[in-house]
């Protein structure tokens, strides 16, 4: 239990400093677009591929940071119909869909890394390689299937101890 313990606080270390890394690209987006609004109001020239740039910083942005949201439990969550079950079948419901998830997720890493080894293009005005990018839909979703993990244990054990 101890090592399942280690291994799960490492995991969420991990996933804590992708999401900073992601958070940390909020910055150079911030300044880039307002660099692209000022440069377009006062002298009438934009920064070439301002829009590129932040959506590729975006997609970083959300990604690093899907698992560590994952953790925070601060995806979105109805529990209208659970709050009303006995205690027992609410923690069924949260194994069942905390097991569908982990299914959709490992679908999404698989198929994130067949697309995204395959990939040869790039970006139309900068040229930036896609490949890195297609890539990193499947390193979020692994460390998002990594957090399910660790949730499926805490709601199996939760069952076990009723």
Same mark, same amino acid.
Request: glycine share 8%; proline share 4%; aromatic share 8%.
């Given at each position: 239990?101890?090592? &399942?313990? /280690?291994?799960?606080? *490492? #995991?969420? %270390?991990?996933?804590? +400093?992708?999401?900073?890394? $992601?958070?940390?690209? @909020?910055?150079?987006?911030? &300044?880039? /677009?307002?660099?692209? *609004? #000022?440069? %377009?109001?006062?002298? +009438?020239?934009?920064?070439? $591929?301002?829009?590129? @740039?932040?959506?590729?910083? &975006? ?25 009303? &079950? ?77």
């Amino acid at each position: 239990m101890e090592r &399942l313990a /280690t291994i799960s606080s *490492v #995991i969420q %270390r991990v996933t804590r +400093s992708l999401c900073y890394i $992601g958070m940390f690209l @909020l910055i150079p987006m911030m &300044l880039l /677009t307002a660099g692209d *609004v #000022i440069g %377009r109001a006062v002298w +009438s020239k934009p920064i070439p $591929g301002t829009v590129e @740039l932040s959506s590729y910083m &975006l997609e970083v942005f959300i990604l690093l940071g899907i698992a560590y949201t994952q953790q925070v439990k601060g995806h979105v969550r109805v529990s209208m119909l659970v709050s009303r &079950l006995p205690e027992r079948a609410g923690g069924i419901m949260d194994v069942f869909t905390t097991l569908l998830s982990i299914f959709i997720i490992a679908i999404l890493a698989w198929q994130g890394w067949v697309v995204g080894i395959e990939e040869r293009t790039v970006s139309d005005m900068l040229r930036v390689p896609q490949l890195p990018f297609r890539l990193l839909v499947s390193v979020a979703a692994c460390f998002l299937c990594l957090e399910l993990l660790i949730d499926l244990v805490g709601s199996v054990g939760k069952l076990i101890r009723r």
